[in-house]
């Protein structure tokens, strides 16, 4: 792979921990949980509602670890490239950074 594509892919990677982490947050406060409500239509008859997620948080924190780890070994990668590489660049004359 090379460094531009490490890049790039770093950016992808970023940008699906970022989507992701709301979900993971919001689900440990409880955004996954079952309800459930029940109310007396005569006396003889309860209705029962149940709101049930359509996703579970453990498929949600394992994408997002999965994305994490992936984010935290190419910035690894893309780090010991940095430390081995010397790029052949002189700053130009009144470039002041």
Known sequence: MTIAEALVLRKH????VKQLEPLKIN???GLF???????NVSDTVDEV???VPKIELKEITKEYDLYSKA????DTAIQKANWVT???FKTPDGVNV
Do not use: A, I, S, V
């Open 13 to 16: 990677l970023e940008m699906k």
């Open 27 to 29: 689900g440990e406060n």
């Open 33 to 39: 949980e079952l309800h459930t409500e029940r109310k």
């Open 49 to 51: 509602k149940f709101q």
């Open 71 to 74: 984010l935290r070994e190419l």
């Open 86 to 88: 010397k790029l052949d």
